[in-house]
């Protein structure tokens, strides 16, 4: 196996103090070489643990866009097919598609201009298939890239 490490990207949309949302790039760096299950070869780990979870898949039809709104609970956004935005507060809008993951923290904003939260939608001309993997856990505050 190779001896360098992975380092896997993903947006992490979350509120400071003032509750504003921005967006950061972050990335996973923590993993170790291990078994899935032996006598399985060794593959790059790296766990991330919550309390609680469900998991969904939505799908945002050609053209949607939502209102601004917070995130409902701290969640993980995994564009399965199609193309999708989010734009925070600070006026960032960042485009994701296949491949591309984006957690979703921006539960303690308050509204500024008739702003509170997010806003996301489709673009192109599919419907963006997501996969929502939805936290119990209450969000943090004030901290981007928590998530190593």
């Not at 509120?15 to 899935?36: L, N, P, W």
């Not at 298939?129 to 901290?143: C, K, R, S």
Request: glycine residues 10%.
């Amino acid at each position: 196996m190779s001896s360098d490490t992975p380092k896997i990207p993903y947006w992490h949309l979350w509120a400071d103090a003032d509750g504003i949302s921005h967006q950061t790039r972050c990335a996973f760096t923590e993993f170790e070489e291990k078994s899935m299950s032996p006598p399985a070869p060794p593959q790059w780990q790296g766990q991330k643990t919550h309390d609680g979870a469900t998991v969904f898949v939505t799908v945002q039809p050609v053209g949607w866009t939502g209102d601004w709104h917070p995130n409902p609970k701290p969640q993980w956004i995994i564009p399965l097919s199609g193309r999708w935005f989010v734009e925070s507060m600070d006026g960032t809008r960042v485009e994701m598609g296949p491949g591309e993951i984006s957690f979703g923290e921006d539960q303690n904003v308050r509204e500024v201009d008739g702003k509170k939260g997010h806003r996301s939608g489709t673009i192109g001309d599919e419907p963006a298939v997501l996969m929502i993997v939805q936290y119990d856990a209450p969000p943090t505050t004030g901290a981007a890239c928590r998530f190593r």
